[in-house]
């Protein structure tokens, strides 16, 4: 009991302190994880009632932190860190809204964003920081909903109530506040493709690709297609959310709506709607959606009535088989495979 009392104890002092903390991978199986397929990745999500991403053990059906602290393997807040003291996380760490994780240069970068300005791209573990701003700190006037970081360490943002799409030039180093914009209404989605090497950008009603030009250090964006989104309701906006690349199937992009979940063919320029599991993974207000190739498996979320705010959950949905983990006490709103591309 003294030992669990005292690795919660660490936990804690560590949130508060706002730094990201990496705790031991190993631990027991939970009584109900014994179906979890050998090889799952870890879950990476945004807890937004305690302002906090987090790296979950994915052999534990149900997290509970404040019980067994050992099943959060990484986590991360800006507040209390010097490191970031300059975007005012107080202000714009309201809602942390999106974490992807990506590899660049042989190093782990975790990318969030948080819907009163902030966005950071977070190196893992250390929890250093490669680069970052605030976007309006204190309100939702912007809201960066996303973040995406391109070959050349440049970083886009998207911004949904700012209807816009920034690409900074990062690259230049940690502070840097040089961009370039484009608008888009209701831009939510991010993804760089290194095939075609353009920046897909998803909004209310479009999947846009933008051509980028310049050179790092003065970066520039270009429309170059756009295809509308499908209807769900006639006479709504299709509502765009996710965008995130299909793991295994190069040329697919998952694509969320406000009615259902896609895969895109950049090839074809089709949405299709048939894909493995769809009857389960398609439904209505999916705000997170992917899939890992070597399990199978797929991740969705979908808020849930009754608790803090109404975009939250406390559930993270596995298809392919079905089943769910559940954050005791949480508010949900992405959860990720860990898988590091």
């Not at 506040?177 to 479009?206: N, S």
């Not at 599991?277 to 808020?303: C, E, W, Y």
Request: hydrophobic share 40%.
């Amino acid at each position: 009991m003294a030992a669990s009392t005292s690795r919660r104890a660490v936990l804690v002092a560590a949130a508060g302190a706002g730094v990201a903390v990496a705790l031991p991978a190993t631990g027991a199986y939970g009584a109900d994880g014994g179906d979890v397929p050998a090889g799952t990745p870890p879950v990476l999500l945004t807890e937004q009632a305690s302002k906090r991403i987090l790296v979950l053990d994915p052999r534990r059906r149900v997290w509970d932190p404040a019980v067994d602290p050992s099943a959060v393997r990484w986590q991360f807040s800006p507040l209390g860190d010097p490191r970031y003291d300059d975007l005012l996380p107080r202000e714009s760490w309201r809602y942390p809204c999106e974490a992807k994780v990506r590899l660049h240069r042989k190093r782990t970068y975790v990318l969030t964003t948080a819907s009163f300005g902030f966005a950071a791209v977070v190196e893992y573990p250390t929890g250093r920081r490669y680069w970052g701003t605030a976007i309006g700190p204190g309100d939702d006037l912007f809201n960066p909903h996303t973040a995406e970081l391109l070959p050349d360490g440049n970083v886009a943002v998207a911004c949904s109530a700012g209807a816009r799409v920034r690409l900074y030039a990062a690259s230049q180093g940690p502070r840097a506040e040089r961009y370039a914009e484009a608008e888009l209404k209701g831009a939510h989605g991010l993804h760089w493709d290194g095939v075609r090497e353009v920046l897909w950008a998803l909004g209310d009603d479009e999947l846009v690709s933008y051509a980028v030009g310049g050179t790092a250090a003065l970066p520039t964006l270009a429309r170059r297609s756009a295809v509308g989104l499908p209807v769900g309701t006639p006479g709504k906006p299709p509502g765009g959310h996710d965008l995130f690349p299909v793991a295994g199937r190069p040329g697919r992009l998952w694509v969320t709506t406000s009615a259902a979940v896609f895969q895109y063919e950049t090839a074809s320029g089709a949405f299709v709607g048939d894909f493995a599991g769809h009857g389960a993974i398609s439904r209505k207000a999916v705000k997170t959606v992917g899939n890992d190739p070597r399990t199978g498996q797929v991740l969705t979320t979908v808020p849930e009535s009754g608790l803090g705010e109404t975009w939250w959950t406390t559930t993270v949905s596995v298809h392919l088989p079905e089943s769910v983990y559940e954050y005791v006490d949480g508010g949900i709103y992405k959860a990720r495979w860990w898988l590091p591309r």
